[in-house]
């Protein structure tokens, strides 16, 4: 596929060359190498992965800075180092499936190239169900699979050297996450629970088994580790407060704060010996780092300002870390950090893979609070239009993130780079049932409260005047949930919204929640809607149900094998609005799942995407 074409429906000259200089500066933003930091092992080495190859594959990165690329599999990978062994583990998929595998790198001798699929060794091969690696020990691989029944995910750990397998957890629920106690005797299991945007710890092995939190607590848990002498997990929550603390959770179920902050949401990575704790202060989008004693005492700050960090992993013993650092203005840098001093050493500098005559034309956002109807306050990020000119000035373009349990960061995008030197402004908002806020405001949007935060979005189109945008020329884009807000909004708010740029959005909660993999389908409807409850409220809801509204032009984008927002979400939205003589654009990519993990499908979509915001909000010729 390559975009259309779409200077012929632009007035002018300008906007001509305007085009060719925009879809140059998307292409080479998109064509930026992408660094993410894996694991590290006890002589230094950094597995970590890049797109260069065209989607994520691992790369090792040594202690003298050279890199060896490992692997050049047909879709995107991951892997963990098998700790005291020169094995990795690797971790893919199929075109975006989801449906991951897991198999063995041996660097006993290393690649003379990176190798592919043929080349691994394979350790668990499923590829009707989803496997998903979540830890290693120097004898185990611990990892979860939905095979049972395709629902329900178990905890299966498989001993590396004669491929025994046991399940330690079967008490069924979508598990996210998993910790192996430093004994390495049982596992704390972190799951969804069905409380909007809750989880539920529990226990497997000798030192305890079944919930440790309750099922019915509406609170959010993550696991980061278990206490040094193993009487305890500790665990990031909201268990009784609005914003996330670290907690120590004995065995008996009995918590106590170690590291507390009532004003915002602390997030943590124990070490692996249990020693200390990585903690993270999330302020709007942006994290400040420390390192804090076992019992939560400060230890030392860690010497790096406000970041994403986008991966943390310890050394086994407890001495570093390694972590991927992104800001708006850098793609992802990877840093080592000393435990004992904070001192960070940078192993990649994410800055150096930009091309230097965009580097310094990056955009940092400004923050603010947008007013609602009722009383309450929308976070939003501003990246300002870095070249308007006569043709784009005032424009503005509302990125709505997915989730919707989830946020918007101050990360780098080259999507709200490429808008902002384009000529728009871009906002970036937290609309309320985003994470990163609270409790409280997480839950702003559950169930009959959706619509809710779809008016959020007629509050931000109603703000963009008091700071001089043109409120007739404003898009919304966004991709999963934030994909069903631009539907929303050009479905619901008609008069406001001047087109759409849909990304594996839904189009209708009652067709998705019907179709979407059985695995999902509960903790979606704890969020949405149940249909057996609430199909009334589900339909109303729904982008399609107001097709008669639908005015906007759309720009749709979505992977044939998506197993979470089927491709049938578009494709009828597509023939509604072809039946309407609405302008609807769909490209489907056959090689992708949820979203757009391939670099040459992103170089494909996303200029065009851009360039059709350009030629329905450009300002009329004359």
């Excluded at 190859?53 to 599999?73: K, N, R, Y």
């Excluded at 120590?248 to 106590?256: A, F, Q, S, Y």
Aim: glycine share 8%; hydrophobic share 40%; aromatic share 6%.
């Amino acid at each position: 596929m390559t975009p259309n074409n779409l200077s012929g429906d632009l007035s002018g000259d300008h906007a001509v060359s305007s085009e060719v200089s925009i879809s140059g500066t998307v292409k080479a933003l998109l064509d930026v190498r992408l660094w993410l930091a894996f694991d590290i092992d006890d002589a230094g080495r950094v597995l970590a992965g890049h797109d260069d190859l065209g989607s994520l594959q691992l790369v090792e990165i040594a202690p003298d800075g050279t890199t060896t690329e490992l692997t050049d599999l047909p879709s995107r990978c991951a892997g963990r180092y098998v700790p005291g062994r020169r094995q990795v583990l690797v971790e893919h998929d199929s075109g975006g499936d989801e449906k991951w595998q897991i198999s063995l790198l041996d660097l006993s001798t290393m690649p003379a190239s990176p190798v592919g699929l043929d080349d691994l060794t394979p350790v668990v091969r499923d590829a009707e169900h989803m496997n998903v690696l979540h830890d290693v020990t120097s004898t185990s691989l611990i990892y979860s699979t939905n095979r049972r029944n395709e629902v329900d995910m178990d905890i299966v750990v498989r001993d590396l050297d004669s491929g025994e397998e046991t399940v330690v957890f079967d008490d069924g629920g979508y598990v996210v996450q998993t910790s192996v106690s430093h004994d390495e005797s049982s596992v704390a299991v972190t799951a969804l629970s069905l409380q909007p945007n809750g989880t539920v710890v529990s226990l497997a092995g000798p030192l305890g088994s079944g919930a440790l939190t309750s099922p019915d607590e509406h609170a959010n848990h993550h696991v980061v580790g278990w206490a040094v002498d193993d009487d305890g997990v500790l665990v990031a929550s909201d268990h009784d407060r609005d914003h996330h603390a670290v907690w120590h959770v004995d065995l008996e179920g009995t918590w106590r704060i170690l590291v507390e902050d009532d004003e915002h949401d602390l997030g943590a990575a124990a070490s692996r010996d249990g020693s200390c704790l990585l903690v993270s202060h999330h302020v709007d989008g942006l994290d400040v780092l420390a390192i804090h004693e076992a019992d939560g005492r400060h230890r030392v700050d860690v010497d790096l300002g406000p970041v994403v960090p986008l991966s943390v992993r310890w050394a086994d013993d407890g001495s570093r870390f390694v972590l991927t650092a992104m800001t708006p203005v850098d793609p992802g840098s990877i840093l080592s950090v000393d435990a004992a001093t904070g001192a960070v050493t940078q192993l990649v500098d994410g800055r150096a893979t930009l091309p230097s005559e965009l580097r310094d034309r990056l955009v940092t956002p400004t923050v603010h609070r947008i007013p609602t109807p009722d009383g309450e306050r929308v976070p939003c990020f501003r990246f300002a239009a870095a070249s308007p000119d006569d043709v784009l000035a005032g424009a503005s373009v509302v990125h709505v993130h997915g989730g919707p349990e989830s946020e918007a960061t101050r990360m780098f995008s080259a999507v709200w780079q490429s808008l902002a030197m384009a000529g728009f402004d871009v906002l970036v908002p937290n609309v309320r049932g985003s994470a990163g806020y609270g409790k409280r405001w997480v839950s702003l949007d559950d169930l009959e409260l959706r619509l809710d935060s779809v008016a959020d979005l007629a509050a931000i189109h109603d703000w963009l005047p008091s700071v001089g945008l043109d409120a007739s020329r404003s898009a919304l884009w966004g991709g999963s949930y934030g994909g069903y807000m631009v539907l929303a909004g050009v479905a619901m708010q008609p008069d406001r919204w001047a087109a759409g740029v849909d990304i594996v959005g839904i189009s209708s909660l009652v067709t998705f929640l019907e179709n979407t993999s059985a695995y999902r389908r509960a903790y979606r409807e704890r969020e949405y809607g149940f249909l057996d409850r609430h199909r009334d409220f589900l339909e109303k809801a729904s982008p399609l149900t107001y097709l008669d509204d639908m005015v906007a032009p759309l720009f749709v984008i979505h992977g044939a094998n998506d197993p979470r927002v089927p491709l049938s979400e578009a494709r009828q939205i597509k023939a509604a609005l072809d039946g309407k003589g609405v302008d609807c654009e769909l490209r489907v990519y056959d090689d992708e799942g949820h979203g757009l993990a391939k670099r040459a499908n992103r170089i494909d979509a996303y200029p065009a995407a851009i360039e059709f915001l350009v030629q329905h909000l450009s300002r009329p010729a004359g």
